[in-house]
């Protein structure tokens, strides 16, 4: 995926991640902040949901934005 795509994916995110609650949101770092289980629950609870957003590898950027659109629309029923 190119610069330019993976930009729009990370904003795209963001603004989607900004209409969860903060316990989805805390779930998504947990999912997406870990580093492989390289950092620990407690510094990635830490971490501005914009860093863990910066942090995810191009190839999952589509997953992420796949689980952030399912949330969203659980959200709406």
């Known amino acids: 995926m190119n610069e330019q795509l993976q930009n729009f994916a ?8 900004e209409g969860l609650p ?3 949101q805390r779930t998504f770092k947990l999912m997406y902040g870990r580093k ?3 950092r620990s629950l407690e510094d ?3 971490m501005p949901i914009s860093e863990v957003v910066a942090e995810i ?4 950027l589509d997953l992420a934005m ?3 659109e399912a ?5 709406a029923v």
Do not use: A, F, Y
């Open 57 to 60: 590898p191009s190839e999952k």
């Open 22 to 24: 903060s316990d989805w």
């Open 36 to 38: 492989n289980g390289k």
């Open 44 to 46: 990635t609870e830490l």
């Open 71 to 75: 949330s969203k629309r659980k959200l």
């Open 10 to 17: 990370r904003q795209t995110l963001m603004d989607g991640l």
């Open 66 to 68: 796949l689980q952030v």
